[in-house]
Nanobody, 128 residues
Framework: QVQLVESGGGLVQAGGSLTLACTASGRTFSMSPMGWFRQAPGKERESVAAISRAGYSTYYADSVVDRFTISRDNAKSTVYLQMNSLKPEDTAVYYC?????????????????????WGQGTQVTVSS
């Protein structure tokens, strides 16, 4: 069983920056593609960014391209989401997700249904 713990959320003014971190338990982190999702009140959960298990491939939603950066440190079993130029519409609960270990070193996964483990979420609020 993999446990994911997110941190780094908070309140920030529009135009500001935050970095989210998600640390995973277990021994297979380096084999697991990871993703960040978010869910705003009254909206469905949406994919924000994803990264392959080795970090060679990444995916970003159109709404966050050139503002957010996903990265991972397999030695620390941690995936990060650097968020710059934040907008009020980025306000949401952000979730980290992990897919079971895979040998596909360069694949990224965008759909929530493709992930097997989820963190508890961290609130990001961007004030205007």
């Amino acid at each position: 069983q993999v446990q994911l713990v997110e941190s780094g959320g908070g309140l920030v003014q529009a135009g500001g920056s935050l970095t989210l971190a998600c640390t995973a338990s277990g021994r297979t982190f380096s084999m697991s593609p990871m993703g960040w999702f978010r869910q705003a009140p009254g909206k469905e959960r949406e994919s924000v960014a994803a990264i392959s298990r080795a970090g060679y491939s990444t995916y970003y939603a159109d709404s966050v391209v050139d503002r957010f950066t996903i990265s991972r440190d397999n030695a620390k079993s941690t995936v990060y989401l650097q968020m710059n130029s934040l907008k009020p519409e980025d306000t949401a609960v952000y979730y980290c997700a992990a897919k079971r270990a895979t040998f596909a070193s360069s694949r990224v996964f965008q759909l929530a249904s493709e992930y097997d483990y989820w963190g508890q979420g961290t609130q990001v609020t961007v004030s205007s």
